[in-house]
């Protein structure tokens, strides 16, 4: 096991870069570690100083198959010279990736549109089931990310997507998520009996025009905190919405390609949406991303009227190639789900240890550890959520925070990492934590 060294963040070389940012670009990107990466290998990154890191970002949730994995590498290196973009016109590489695809997923969905990003590819679904509808409104969740662009940014749930911005695309009707830890009711599950999907008649009663067409939900929220609803909650909102005759659109964009110990989330509770949105490991550091979706559905759209730029080409669409050979070859979904479970009860560990740790949630490589005063009130911490994550870098562990009030540490490890890789990111945590006691 490498032996990492205690650095000063930012080094000297990440100074300069940092400070160059600073006089050209915007001071509007995330929040992150002040560190300038360099280069990667697995779980490991570098930054222009020289210092190794484990990544528990995996590149901002995108980097499945771990930096530089060999065959995406190989991938992309044969297909460059040959063809990197062609608008609109198939190619071998993307007529072979879209059948691939299709073999993976749920048997309704039979079709698949490829596009370029995952804000792209919900935008699409969005348009596609509208059409098909023949309605405009459409049920989305607190907390919500679907993308930063208009249509999606019209069915947010997340104050950061929709303040300031003006009027959004009309037609989002917005409920409470299955956020036990922070419920909106203030009841407890299970006693709660799923209070928030039995609400939802009330809620659409009282708020709907009458023309709801469609539901988008993710089964994991990941800007909002890495929050996973109980078991059932998602397989009972299907049916809610089958039962009504909604269409329903899971965004999968940050949670499928093995993120949650299954090549789809959907899969731990065997739910069929009519829709499904793919990205970020889709690439595994290629933008690349879809729509799937029931022939049926696809038929409302006319040629041309779905159309990308970027989408599906033929670089791209050899990344996604390679994506899938590794899915399978290296049964990297079900290596993220014994991962998972190796880790799970070590964390649970650090929190009875620290009081300051108020919940803890995930499944597979994906969890969420949410930062609060220590005491009964739940309350968050951001500015501890900061400390940690910073003296964390110090020691050699990257790590990111999301949620509303930036409290939440995001653990989201390359599926290729190792039991040795987790102790050693689980000595820094337990490191950082008690000197912070």
């Given at each position: 096991?490498?032996?990492?060294?205690?650095?000063?963040?930012?080094?000297?070389?990440?100074?300069?870069?940092?400070?160059?940012?600073?006089?050209?670009?915007?001071?509007?990107?995330?929040?992150?570690?002040?560190?300038?990466?360099?280069?990667?290998?697995?779980?490991?990154?570098?930054?222009?100083?020289?210092?190794?890191?484990?990544?528990?970002?995996?590149?901002?949730?995108?980097?499945?198959?771990?930096?530089?994995?060999?065959?995406?590498?190989?991938?992309?290196?044969?297909?460059?010279?040959?063809?990197?973009?062609?608008?609109?016109?198939?190619?071998?590489?993307?007529?072979?990736?879209?059948?691939?695809?299709?073999?993976?997923?749920?048997?309704?969905?039979?079709?698949?549109?490829?596009?370029?990003?995952?804000?792209?590819?919900?935008?699409?679904?969005?348009?596609?089931?509208?059409?098909?509808?023949?309605?405009?409104?459409?049920?989305?969740?607190?907390?919500?990310?679907?993308?930063?662009?208009?249509?999606?940014?019209?069915?947010?749930?997340?104050?950061?997507?929709?303040?300031?911005?003006?009027?959004?695309?009309?037609?989002?009707?917005v409920a409470p998520y299955g956020y036990c830890y922070r419920c909106f009711y203030e009841k407890t599950f299970p006693d709660c009996d799923m209070y928030c999907i039995k609400a939802l008649d009330q809620l659409i009663a009282s708020t709907s025009s009458g023309d709801l067409g469609t539901v988008i939900v993710e089964p994991y929220q990941g800007s909002a905190g890495f929050v996973f609803p109980p078991e059932g909650w998602l397989s009972a909102l299907a049916i809610w919405a089958k039962e009504r005759d909604l269409l329903l659109i899971i965004d999968e964009v940050q949670a499928s390609f093995g993120r949650t110990g299954c090549m789809y989330a959907i899969q731990?509770?065997?739910?069929?949406?009519?829709?499904?949105?793919?990205?970020?490991?889709?690439?595994?550091?290629?933008?690349?991303?879809?729509?799937?979706?029931?022939?049926?559905?696809?038929?409302?759209?006319?040629?041309?009227?779905?159309?990308?730029?970027?989408?599906?080409?033929?670089?791209?669409?050899?990344?996604?190639?390679?994506?899938?050979?590794?899915?399978?070859?290296?049964?990297?979904?079900?290596?993220?789900?014994?991962?998972?479970?190796?880790?799970?009860?070590?964390?649970?560990?650090?929190?009875?240890?620290?009081?300051?740790?108020?919940?803890?949630?995930?499944?597979?490589?994906?969890?969420?550890?949410?930062?609060?005063?220590?005491?009964?009130?739940?309350?968050?911490?951001?500015?501890?959520?900061?400390?940690?994550?910073?003296?964390?870098?110090?020691?050699?562990?990257?790590?990111?925070?999301?949620?509303?009030?930036?409290?939440?540490?995001?653990?989201?490890?390359?599926?290729?990492?190792?039991?040795?890789?987790?102790?050693?990111?689980?000595?820094?945590?337990?490191?950082?934590?008690?000197?912070?006691?």
């Open positions: 096991m490498t032996k990492l060294p205690y650095r000063t963040i930012p080094g000297p070389k990440s100074q300069e870069y940092l400070k160059t940012a600073a006089a050209c670009e915007p001071p509007c990107a995330a929040d992150q570690t002040p560190i300038v990466w360099d280069h990667g290998q697995g779980v490991w990154v570098w930054d222009v100083d020289g210092y190794p890191y484990i990544d528990f970002t995996s590149g901002v949730l995108v980097t499945n198959l771990g930096h530089n994995h060999p065959g995406l590498v190989k991938a992309i290196q044969e297909q460059a010279p040959r063809l990197m973009n062609t608008y609109s016109f198939p190619t071998p590489e993307r007529v072979t990736a879209s059948d691939r695809l299709v073999k993976t997923f749920p048997k309704n969905l039979d079709r698949v549109f490829m596009l370029s990003t995952g804000s792209e590819a919900t935008e699409a679904a969005l348009r596609v089931a509208r059409r098909y509808t023949g309605k405009q409104e459409v049920l989305s969740f607190f907390g919500g990310f679907h993308g930063r662009t208009y249509g999606a940014m019209g069915v947010a749930g997340s104050r950061g997507t929709r303040r300031g911005f003006g009027v959004p695309v009309p037609g989002g009707i731990q509770e065997g739910i069929e949406p009519n829709m499904l949105c793919l990205g970020k490991g889709m690439g595994s550091g290629i933008p690349a991303s879809a729509v799937a979706a029931e022939s049926r559905i696809f038929e409302c759209m006319s040629p041309g009227e779905l159309s990308s730029t970027w989408g599906g080409n033929p670089l791209a669409s050899a990344a996604v190639l390679a994506v899938l050979d590794a899915m399978e070859e290296e049964q990297l979904p079900e290596r993220a789900r014994k991962m998972g479970e190796y880790l799970k009860p070590r964390l649970m560990a650090l929190q009875q240890k620290y009081p300051f740790l108020g919940d803890i949630r995930g499944r597979g490589l994906v969890f969420g550890l949410e930062i609060v005063e220590p005491g009964e009130n739940k309350k968050p911490s951001p500015e501890l959520c900061s400390l940690i994550i910073h003296g964390a870098a110090e020691r050699g562990l990257l790590l990111g925070k999301v949620g509303q009030f930036g409290n939440i540490i995001r653990v989201a490890p390359p599926l290729v990492i190792l039991p040795e890789e987790l102790d050693q990111a689980l000595d820094i945590f337990n490191s950082v934590f008690a000197q912070l006691v």
